[in-house]
């Protein structure tokens, strides 16, 4: 009789979570073979019905948006039709470029300046992450946003030429952990800089406007290359890169420049 291994639901979730949030959810997608309705799979009680007993959330989703992803939506800021799993890449060039004070003309309507939506640009859309600040398992994150899409953290987090924003949500490290899931707020990574400037003053270089004393860790989840401020336009008094340019080599490879950035106050 063949053995018959049990895994605790729980820990079945971590383990997906956490090797989904390793891949190019939008890459290794593509490659999934289709086989159509099942009458076995995914795992559902019988006593309940319908009510499926495991599915990965993230994937489910993606796929089943993948038949709506053909219409684009229109930029709430600059009305230029996108994907609308471009949203967080696209609007976090606006957001970037608001913060360090880089005007854009003719702009149907501007990000909002205290703590824009990384999804559409605008205010009052509450983020948040899962898990804590130690947890090993890869945070997933929800958003009340109408234009909330699913990506991978750690492809997100990390600069390419293709997909330059690494405005991700992140944990301030300053805030105290609230009870009863023992982690600290959660920003914006591009909008966090206004938190620790305002609410956290002790950590903010009035002289250099930009964070001081920070630990090692969280400098890191801040940090901001030139590359990527280059890349999205939002280096002031430097031109924005043409969109049809195409790089033979990533610029974050030939960059160190990875510390948080001091921004410009807006006149």
Known sequence: MPHVWAVSHDDLCAIVSTLYGALDATTVLKHLPKHGKSTVFPYFDRKLDSHHGFIIAGPTQLLAEKGAQAEKIPCYQCQVLIKPDEARNHVGGHILKSINGVREDSLHEEVDTANPCGFCGRGNCEVD???????????????QCLRTHPFSMGHAKKYSATTPCTNVPVFCLLCPTIAPRKSPAVFWKYSIFAHIREQHPRYWDAALNRPQNLSEQFELNLAISHAETLALGAVFG??????????KRPLGEITNDTQPPSFRRRV
């Open 238 to 247: 430097v031109p924005a890169p043409a969109a049809t340019r195409r790089n």
């Open 129 to 143: 992450l899962s898990g804590t600040t130690t947890s090993k398992v890869a945070p997933k994150v929800s958003s």
